[in-house]
């Protein structure tokens, strides 16, 4: 069992940054893929990011592809998502969620946390 708990949300301008946190609790966290997906009012649940279990091999959806940056420390069992030249596209809820193998689809995620409103207003 893995309990996640997203942090960092809230209201940014456009061209912002903001760093979303993803903590952990449980001594397993080293043993999961972590990822990001958000989810626009309306719109279905998508991918953003993933990282693997040592932190040295990420992928990131084409549309956040070279604006955020998923990282992790295992020291801490914390994820984080930087993500830099905000968008107003950008608005949505963000969640994170771990899972025992490397994927972009939100069904082969075990874990998920609760959320975390991200609003860029432009």
């Known amino acids: 069992q893995v309990q996640l708990v997203e942090s960092g949300g809230g209201l940014v301008q456009a061209g912002g940054s903001r760093r979303l946190s993803c903590a952990a609790a449980?001594?397993?966290?080293?043993?999961?893929?972590m990822g990001w997906f958000r989810q626009a009012p309306g719109k279905e649940r998508e991918f953003v990011s993933t990282?693997?279990?040592?932190?040295?091999?990420?992928y990131y959806a084409d549309s956040v592809k070279g604006r955020f940056a998923i990282t992790r420390d295992n020291s801490k069992n914390t994820a984080y998502l930087q993500m830099n030249s905000l968008k107003p596209e950008d608005t949505a809820v963000y969640y994170c969620?771990?899972?025992?193998?490397?994927?972009?689809?939100?069904?082969?995620?075990?874990?998920w946390g609760q959320g975390t409103q991200v609003t860029v207003s432009s």
């Open positions: 969620a771990a899972a025992l193998s490397y994927s972009s689809d939100p069904r082969d995620y075990d874990y």
């Open positions: 449980g001594r397993t966290f080293s043993l999961y893929y």
């Open positions: 990282i693997n279990r040592n932190g040295l091999n990420t």
